[in-house]
């Protein structure tokens, strides 16, 4: 059975640093991987989505890398803001739907 | 286009009673997905259809939780005889296609049930 893992469970840091939070997961037979934002009380907003083909992905200042084989992805945060203060999610798609981690809760303090 | 919607936001009702709760996918997604949210963790998958069929309810935690999906669109999940529980938030998503690689899923802002 997927079990997805995440850490640190929660994560402050000065406004402007530079950060990285991981996720591991135990089966490496997966399809993709994604990672996501959620904003408490709300819904679960797309990061990035990479494929078990690929290494890494990025948009904006977010980078996700994917070593399938070791079973783990991180997610590297540049120039953090205080906007980006939420709950990161990472999921695993095997042959089964989403398997998500419990979340890595970040603040970023101004 | 619009996303994922879903209706009520939020529902508090009695320990018993019976509770719908409605997705709309975003148009043209064949695959639809509900999961559950517990405070403090993760989404988990609950049931998900492709088209207007279930291709897999495992994630069903008992028969008192049920989903249809009739015409391929809309869907809605009908929870009987709720109980404490079941409190948690009941997130929907849908994707272009599940069998894919690239099956990215956009979720909605999800339906916090409480059940006095």
């Known amino acids: 059975k997927q079990e997805v893992t995440q850490i640190p469970a929660a994560l402050s840091v000065p406004e402007g640093e530079n950060l990285v939070l991981n996720c591991s997961f135990t089966?490496?037979?997966?399809?993709?991987l994604q990672w996501f934002r959620q904003d408490p009380g709300k819904g679960l907003t797309s990061l990035l989505l990479?494929?078990?083909?690929?290494r890494e992905q990025t948009s904006g200042r977010l980078n996700a890398s994917l070593d399938k084989s070791s079973g783990r992805s991180t997610l590297y945060i540049a120039a953090s803001q205080p906007g980006d203060s939420a709950t990161y999610l990472c999921?695993?798609?095997?042959?089964?739907?989403?398997?998500f981690g419990k979340g890595t809760r970040l603040s970023v303090i101004a | 286009g619009a996303g994922v919607s879903q209706t009520p936001s939020n529902k508090v009702t009695e320990k018993g009673k019976y509770v719908e709760l409605r997705c709309d996918p975003i148009?043209?997604?064949?695959?639809l997905y509900w999961y559950r949210q517990s405070l403090g963790q993760g989404p988990e998958f609950l049931i998900y259809?492709?088209?207007?069929?279930?291709?897999?309810d495992s994630g069903l935690p008992n028969d008192r939780f049920f989903a249809v999906r009739p015409e391929g669109s809309v869907s809605t999940l009908k929870i009987q005889r709720t109980e404490r529980g079941d409190s948690a938030v009941y997130l929907c998503?849908?994707?272009?296609?599940?069998?894919?690689?690239?099956?990215?899923?956009?979720f909605g802002p999800g339906t916090r049930l409480t059940v006095l």
């Open positions: 998503a849908s994707s272009l296609m599940s069998a894919s690689d690239y099956n990215e899923q956009f």
């Open positions: 089966d490496s037979a997966i399809y993709n």
């Open positions: 990479i494929q078990s083909s690929q």
């Open positions: 999921a695993v798609k095997g042959n089964t739907p989403l398997v």
């Open positions: 148009s043209g997604h064949t695959a």
């Open positions: 259809f492709q088209g207007t069929g279930a291709a897999d």
